[in-house]
């Protein structure tokens, strides 16, 4: 073989050996978000996330990919997008929601899921137990029994005279019956009625307020709901309108106009998904991590907003609130 051949092998090996070698390289995981809201709307929340997955080594476009699939109030919508991310393969999907947990769970069952929701998730079937989930999802439940109670006593001792209580519910949402068993369960031993009104679209607001006008219901509570949360200055606008004090279960609300919530400290929530996230990618199996409890809760006062509706918060309540706007 004559010198400049050899030389021309030899380039020619350095060159295409590089090449070959990053070829071989494995892919960047992918987490799929599967959510009612968009990645902008939850940037707070993704943010949180991110921290929680960093604590376990992996950062966004350095070692694992996003892909965010929202359905805002098209609910029916939930299964196509798993289905996407399932055709997608990747290798973990985000529930943050009871509608997104139940349509990720029936379009696989092999691809981890880690959750969010709240009331029965053992009878919705996601898991089978707290310490051993079992299967492939697992995640943070809230105990939305202890919240509705509470809700209702913080609505009750604010307007004391409250005889019926408005409760808006999502009827798209799979823990909608559960809600509503709570609210009333919790309703009798406070001696007060409860008025359930759906709204599945922002179209159905008005036809809940109208109602509340004429069955003189005094107060209101605005159910835990993706969607709902998602339209939060609109039905805050509305309670306004109405001079109707309502209760929600997001600081969000409170923040855009609304008279108080009390609910879940989210920024942690969704910090517990990311650490739980990072976990399995490191090869952790789902069933054997056991599901969170959340332990962190934030009450919020909007004072304004209750000076406007000519309402006086009890001074026992905004000693114990997290949050009091002026």
Excluded at 137 to 161: N, Y
Excluded at 177 to 195: F, G, Q, T, W, Y
């Amino acid at each position: 073989m004559r010198r400049r051949e050899l030389i021309g092998l030899v380039c020619g090996a350095a060159v295409t050996w590089p090449l070959a070698a990053r070829a071989q390289q494995p892919k960047m995981p992918v987490i799929g978000f599967l959510s009612s809201g968009s990645p902008e709307i939850l940037a707070h929340l993704i943010e949180a996330f991110r921290q929680g997955l960093q604590e376990t080594g992996y950062a966004e476009g350095r070692n694992v990919a996003f892909e965010y699939r929202a359905v805002g109030a098209m609910y029916d919508q939930f299964p196509v997008m798993a289905a996407d991310l399932v055709r997608r393969q990747v290798a973990v999907i985000i529930a943050p929601n009871p509608a997104a947990a139940l349509a990720a769970e029936a379009a696989t069952s092999t691809i981890p899921i880690v959750f969010q929701v709240s009331g029965d998730a053992v009878r919705l079937g996601l898991f089978k137990s707290f310490n051993r989930p079992g299967g492939n999802a697992t995640g943070v439940i809230l105990d939305e029994e202890t919240l509705a109670s509470k809700r209702l006593e913080l609505l009750h001792e604010i307007v004391p005279a409250a005889s019926l209580v408005g409760l808006l519910v999502n009827p798209n949402s799979p823990e909608m019956k559960d809600h509503e068993a709570i609210v009333s369960a919790a309703a009798r031993e406070m001696r007060v009625h409860v008025l359930v009104l759906a709204a599945s679209n922002e179209r159905e607001f008005d036809k809940v307020f109208a109602t509340l006008r004429e069955r003189n219901a005094s107060v209101l509570l605005v159910d835990s709901d993706a969607f709902f949360s998602s339209q939060r200055k609109r039905l805050v606008e509305l309670a306004a309108g109405n001079a109707i004090p309502t209760i929600y279960d997001r600081r969000d609300y409170t923040v855009a106009g609304g008279l108080i919530s009390y609910g879940p400290e989210r920024l942690d929530r969704y910090r517990q998904m990311g650490l739980y996230a990072g976990r399995i990618l490191k090869g952790e199996r789902p069933a054997g991590l056991p599901v969170m409890q959340a332990t962190r809760y934030e009450l919020a006062i909007n004072l304004a907003t209750a000076k406007e509706l000519g309402l006086t918060i009890p001074p026992g309540i905004l000693a114990i609130a997290d949050e009091v706007i002026e």
